[in-house]
């Protein structure tokens, strides 16, 4: 009788058969998932990692404000401190240029001095009317600040990142401001993409992808919207037999609706980014920190791989803050009291039970 072959689900996945990667900025997930860095560690605690390894990423810009090239930034520059190679292709005549922008690591001294400043500004914030979210959050800051340096750096965007880090032969810059089609592109991708194979879960080297405004309006293929869609699905393709993780930012303002749910279907992840109203005086008073915010981070989608569980998010709308003009912060929006004299909070008022003056229910 022929032996008895034990029958594997489709869904499953042979998680001892995955080494752990020895790689500098690569870490295992749950499920077999491998995550690297954002540049932004509150990101990646967003994320609930970071991104997973063969992922598109795509960021809807804010015609306002150029808040998507922080997050860009920081992408770039993370992967480039850990040696990671990079391709960057821009509409800008001279790509190579923006590389001098990238922000530097900080130092293990403003660490420690953002970390005590932090610990001070957090004590005064909760004093009072968000003491009760302190204890279930306190495990979560524990382990962000146990979490290995090497995944993910505290950038200073004062200090511009040293030369030594971009000058070499591992960033490849393109310009697509002159390119009549997305064929050029393609084509860099596919050779850049055919460097980091993935096989059997080995990781010899991961690269990283930095795509800026791929429809802006000085490129010839803007116009282009199905050249444009079937670039992102074949760079999708490309990027799910590869150990690699590319971002690609677009102003959403200048597709067409249909086009552009198209494109957020498309990704893994998708944020999109917002500036804050000037002298929005309802916000302000609706919003606590008001004043410290520069714009608003709206995640969409979270990727999810090898697994069926969605990942429900405590909020999907977070505040953008630069901690000292310096370093790079998200936090969750939380709501002002409603008045001074009662110390009641959102979340503490009463509920359709709870009685009112008026004799009307209170929602």
Not at 130 to 150: C, G, L, P, R
Not at 258 to 278: E, G, I, N, T, Y
Request: proline share 6%; hydrophobic share 35%; charged share 20%.
């Amino acid at each position: 009788m022929a032996a008895t072959k034990t029958r594997i689900s489709s869904f499953s996945r042979n998680i001892s058969a995955v080494s752990a990667p020895q790689l500098p900025g690569i870490k295992c997930g749950p499920n077999g998932t491998f995550f690297v860095s954002s540049g932004i560690p509150d990101l990646d605690k967003i994320l609930g990692g970071g991104f997973p390894l063969g992922s598109l990423v795509m960021i809807m810009e804010d015609a306002e404000a150029p808040h998507h090239m922080l997050l860009l930034r920081n992408f770039m520059s993370q992967g480039l401190v850990q040696n990671q190679p990079l391709l960057y292709a821009s509409p800008a005549k001279d790509p190579r240029g923006f590389l001098g922008t990238l922000p530097c690591p900080s130092s293990s001294k403003d660490d420690k001095s953002r970390n005590h400043d932090t610990e001070q500004e957090k004590g005064l914030r909760i004093a009072w009317q968000y003491k009760k979210y302190f204890s279930e959050n306190q495990q979560n800051i524990d382990d962000h600040k146990d979490s290995n340096q090497e995944f993910c750096n505290d950038f200073d965007l004062r200090k511009p990142l040293e030369k030594h880090f971009y000058s070499g032969q591992r960033v490849d810059c393109v310009s697509i401001k002159d390119s009549p089609n997305l064929a050029t592109l393609h084509d860099r991708c596919a050779t850049f993409l055919a460097q980091f194979p993935r096989n059997d879960g080995s990781f010899s080297c991961m690269g990283r992808i930095a795509i800026q405004s791929l429809c802006a309006p000085q490129c010839e293929h803007s116009k282009m919207d199905w050249d444009m869609l079937s670039f992102i699905r074949s760079l999708k393709s490309m990027l799910r037999s590869a150990n690699a993780v590319a971002i690609i930012t677009f102003p959403s303002s200048l597709l067409s609706p249909s086009f552009c749910k198209r494109w957020q279907h498309m990704a893994d992840v998708l944020l999109s980014v917002k500036a804050v109203p000037d002298e929005d005086k309802e916000l302000g008073k609706l919003l606590t920190g008001y004043q410290d915010m520069v714009g608003f981070l709206n995640v969409h989608k979270i990727a999810r791989i090898n697994t069926q569980v969605p990942m429900i998010l405590e909020a999907t709308t977070f505040s953008i803050k630069l901690h000292k003009r310096r370093f790079l912060v998200l936090e969750c929006l939380n709501q002002a009291p409603i008045d001074g004299s009662s110390g009641t909070s959102y979340g503490t008022s009463g509920g359709c039970s709870g009685s009112s003056r008026s004799g009307a229910l209170d929602f």
